[in-house]
């Protein structure tokens, strides 16, 4: 056999090393590769972050706009009570009696309505009288008070 069909320790050494520095080069290149798609997805997530950020920031804003809505609601809601507690007391037929003194009605005023009326009539009723509502009007005042206060039935 010649030197030219068996190579040498060397020229196989040189063959491994030529080999090996095909394979780093294409290494080299997919990492490049690898390097450019990090750097890509790192912008898209500093994107993603900066838009997570605006979001978050969107939905507390609408979270209090919620709040103030709900209560908001509830106000109308009492209002909307108040409203027909007042056209229903508009519709009424009340009775106003001025005069009574202060305190003469006690804790009941239908009961004392339904047992004076009568005497200050002279009227008789075959029914007891009753009334949807009979209060007097105003805050109570203290024993000796100059006026008593109208009672509305």
């Not at 994107?47 to 609601?73: I, N, P």
């Not at 509830?74 to 009574?100: A, M, P, T, V």
């Not at 202060?102 to 309505?113: I, K, M, S």
């Not at 009568?118 to 005042?141: I, M, N, Y």
Request: proline share 5%; with cysteine; aromatic share 4%.
């Amino acid at each position: 056999m010649s030197d030219k069909e068996h190579p040498t320790t060397m020229e196989r050494i040189l063959q491994e090393i030529t080999a090996i520095s095909c394979r780093v080069e294409g290494m080299g290149a997919s990492i490049s590769s690898l390097t450019l798609e990090t750097k890509s997805m790192r912008s898209d997530i500093a994107g993603f972050q900066s838009r997570l950020t605006g979001l978050e920031h969107r939905m507390g804003t609408l979270e209090a706009h919620v709040a103030t809505v709900q209560d908001r609601d509830q106000d109308l809601l009492y209002l909307w009570s108040k409203i027909k507690d007042l056209e229903d007391r508009s519709r009424k037929d009340n009775i106003r009696l001025f005069g009574i003194p202060e305190n003469e009605e006690g804790l009941d005023v239908q009961v004392f309505l339904g047992s004076i009326l009568p005497k200050l009539t002279s009227l008789t009723f075959d029914l007891p009288l009753e009334f949807q509502r009979a209060h007097s009007v105003g805050p109570k005042r203290p024993n000796g008070a100059s006026r008593p206060h109208p009672i509305i039935a």
